[in-house]
């Protein structure tokens, strides 16, 4: 049976978002592992932390028992190129680990324009060897760039992961009901997903405006009230402002609240505080959590559905 080893890296402040998707999005049962072993390739394009996954030719005990299975019964390669590559802080497979299987691999190497790249790697007590088929380039990481921000824009890997969860549970369409500069609009485009820019502030959809369009993203633009609004979607995102720069009105968080649990079949809220007795007197379900801590603040993530769901 084929096995494909998945590896990911993340760093450690980045932990609760990376075990939202190894547990949920992956259904790993040891969410806080850097890779896994599967018996079929999973998608790693849209993850925030995928970096390559191979089809393994070999695993072993050693990198002695590996060498001489390979110098066996690995056939001719033809125009590769073979690269070492350490998973996270697990034992280091170094580029003199990789030297030692020079003499059992026949090969033609091509460095700059190879046809395939085998990897070498290991973990606490396997050794790896196959070929790279899925790589990772987190593209959406040049959203950090675009051309205009504001000093409270929600960080784009909190919102890769929480849009690219949305996604995983169905959603097609996304709502950003509070859009400010974008972030949130940008990740789901990205995802080709078909996303309505929504704020209050005319101001705000126009940067948003802007932004997409510096990437050629494409969006349709609404200046609305997420508390009234009558647009609807498969899935939603409200970030509240209130608490870091304005004073929070109550009253308007709950007609949010209550208006976008309505329009959406899942919704994401994240806000200074946990809000969950709102979102359940709202007629919301509360079916996973998160704190985000950041500098000075922390940020409670909700994702919500209608009770009767």
């Not at 700059?112 to 790697?121: F, G, M, R, S, V």
């Not at 369009?213 to 402002?241: C, E, M, R, W």
């Amino acid at each position: 049976m084929k096995q494909f080893l998945h590896i990911f890296s993340y760093h450690h402040e980045d932990s609760s978002l990376y075990e939202l998707e190894q547990k949920h999005i992956y259904e790993q049962e040891n969410p806080e592992s850097r890779y896994f072993l599967a018996d079929k390739v999973h998608s790693i394009e849209d993850s925030s932390f995928g970096e390559t996954v191979l089809d393994l030719f070999h695993s072993a005990d050693s990198l002695e028992e590996l060498r001489l299975y390979l110098s066996e019964n690995l056939p001719f390669l033809e125009k590769v190129r073979l690269v070492n590559l350490s998973i996270g802080f697990l034992p280091k497979c170094s580029f003199n680990d990789l030297s030692k299987l020079f003499t059992s691999i026949k090969l033609s190497a091509e460095l700059k324009n190879p046809e395939a790249t085998y990897i070498l790697t290991r973990t606490e007590d396997k050794w790896f060897f196959g070929k790279q088929i899925r790589k990772c380039h987190r593209q959406w990481s040049v959203h950090r760039s675009k051309p205009e921000t504001m000093s409270s824009a929600i960080p784009h890997i909190l919102a890769h992961t929480v849009v690219f969860y949305l996604k995983s549970l169905g959603s097609q369409s996304l709502i950003d009901f509070c859009s400010g500069s974008g972030t949130f609009s940008l990740e789901a485009a990205s995802m080709n997903m078909n996303v309505t820019a929504m704020d209050l502030n005319p101001n705000m959809v126009d940067m948003t405006k802007r932004n997409m369009q510096h990437f050629n993203y494409s969006a349709k633009y609404l200046n609305d009230n997420a508390a009234t609004t009558t647009a609807t979607a498969d899935s939603g995102i409200v970030d509240f402002p209130y608490g870091f720069h304005c004073e929070r009105d109550h009253e308007e968080e709950i007609s949010i609240i209550k208006n976008t649990i309505q329009g959406t079949k899942c919704l994401c809220l994240i806000h200074g505080e946990d809000i969950t007795p709102q979102i359940e007197s709202c007629g919301g379900m509360v079916f996973e959590r998160m704190i985000i801590p950041a500098v000075n603040v922390k940020r409670y993530v909700h994702f919500v559905r209608k009770k009767d769901v």
